[in-house]
Each structure stands twice: as structure tokens, then as C-alpha cells.
């Protein structure tokens, strides 16, 4: 892998793989070996400003392993074990591979015991940080709509053809 930053993490996302790596830390494994790389050739961002086509924890995505479409599947930091179909782990070497990739994007990785596999991102169904700043601007478009109050005009009525005008407020000003 290259040195430069090759995955955009969220700083929630980069949280959940520090905590990940910590429980992974006693053995080496292609698995740490990729974590490590993710969290130190990666850019972070706020998730206001991660850009709507990379890979988020909650995203569903749709990807290729060798060619082959896999998914949509939604990418959750749970494990493995008893995960529906339609979910892939972060804790999973693929999961993981996904985790920080744009659409478009590739990484091959090898699984222990695997031949290698490569993994390109094609579309991204659902990306949780996307479709909340989609509701933010929905709703500031609301605020957008002019609630304020009318404007009274206190400017002197002016003269009506044939009637004098008068402005002697009447009995009820005395």
C-alpha cells in the first residue's frame, strides 16, 4: 500500500477502528496489518464534511470482489457472527477493505489462508452523513421562507377624489 492517504475515515469511523485495534493488538495478522495502515494512511474528517461517496460505518454499498457484484450490503461495526445477509462487518477483512474507499475506488487484500482479492467500490446506496446533511439543507430551505411579520405602512392615506380628508381621530381620542 502506498504511503500517502489512500481512505477517508469519519472520526467516528477512525474511533471505532482505535478501539478495534486495541482488541486486535496481541496478534498480528493481515487484519491488523490493514487496520494499521487504515489508521495511519487515512484523512479524517468531521462527518459534516466527509465527502457522500466514500464509505462510512452505516453506509450501504454496493461493490465487486474480483469482478463479481456483491452486495448491497451495509457495513456495521457489530461482528460477524449471526450479522444478516444484507450486512458485512468492519471486522471482517473485507468489511475493513471497504471501510475509507470511494466509488470507483480498488484495494486488493489478502486474507490469510486466501487468495488475494480485489475490491472496488461501484455505487453507494445510503451514506448516513449524506443523508443527514441532505435533511440539514431541507430544512434550512424551510427557515429560507419568509416568516416575518407584515410591514404597516403608518404614511398618510392619500386623498380620495371628492373626500376631504380628515384626520381628526374622533370622540374616542378625547
Known amino acids: 500500500m502506498s504511503r500517502e492517504a489512500f ?4 472520526a467516528g469511523d477512525a474511533n471505532v477502528l482505535m478501539s ?23 484523512n479524517v474528517f468531521f462527518r459534516e464534511d466527509i465527502p457522500g461517496d466514500v464509505v462510512t460505518l452505516d453506509t450501504q454499498v454496493l461493490y465487486t470482489i474480483n469482478g463479481a457484484v ?20 468492519v471486522q471482517t477483512m473485507r468489511g475493513l477493505a471497504l471501510l475509507g474507499l470511494g466509488v470507483g475506488e480498488t484495494i486488493e487484500i489478502l486474507a490469510e489462508g486466501a487468495e488475494p482479492e480485489t475490491l472496488s467500490v461501484q455505487s453507494i446506496i445510503f451514506q448516513p452523513e449524506a443523508d ?22 403608518f ?20
Open 7 to 10: 481512505c477517508q475515515l469519519t
Open 20 to 42: 478495534l485495534l486495541e482488541s486486535v493488538n496481541a496478534r498480528p495478522s493481515a487484519f491488523s496489518t490493514l487496520l494499521r495502515e487504515k489508521l495511519n494512511h487515512s
Open 70 to 89: 456483491a452486495g448491497p450490503h451495509v457495513l456495521l461495526r457489530d461482528p460477524a457472527d449471526g450479522l444478516p445477509s444484507l450486512a458485512i462487518s
Open 132 to 153: 443527514a446533511r441532505s435533511k440539514q439543507r431541507q430544512c434550512n430551505q424551510a427557515e429560507l421562507v419568509d416568516h416575518a411579520p407584515q410591514v404597516l405602512n
Open 155 to 174: 404614511r398618510p392615506r392619500s386623498k380620495q377624489a371628492g373626500v376631504p380628508y380628515d384626520d381628526d381621530p374622533g370622540p374616542s381620542a378625547a
